[in-house]
Nanobody
Framework: QVQLVESGGGLVQPGGSLRLSCVGS????????MRWYRQAPGKERELVAA????????NYADSVKGRFTISRDNAKSTVYLQMNSLKPEDTAVYYC????????WGQGTQVTVSS
């Protein structure tokens, strides 16, 4: 079955960096676009970044443009989210998503930005 496993979250000070990883299995990773979403307490889940099948096209939420970079390694079935210049408002659970079947989500990884 389709499985997405995120890692790399943690506690970081404002201005710091983290790199999230999401490993996919149970589907042909290289033929699907991938997305990162996040959900802060009391807020709706929002799209953070998306990347095309080959990695040639990317899109970002306005709130993270210039600070976050999405990338992928199809040989490793992994999508990454490099997060720089982190702000307290980036605190959320970050989820990986792929549009396989009706859509599949990972379990999420917590990112907390606080001094």
């Amino acid at each position: 079955q389709v499985q997405l496993v995120e890692s790399g979250g943690g506690l970081v000070q404002p201005g710091g960096s983290l790199r999230l990883s999401c490993v996919g299995s149970g589907f042909i990773f290289s033929i699907y676009a991938m997305r990162w979403y996040r959900q802060a307490p009391g807020k709706e889940r929002e799209l953070v970044a998306a990347i095309g099948r080959s990695g040639g096209s990317t899109n970002y939420a306005d709130s993270v443009k210039g600070r976050f970079t999405i990338s992928r390694d199809n040989a490793k079935s992994t999508v990454y989210l490099q997060m720089n210049s982190l702000k307290p408002e980036d605190t959320a659970v970050y989820y990986c998503y792929v549009g396989v079947s009706s859509g599949s989500w990972g379990q999420g990884t917590q990112v907390t930005v606080s001094s």
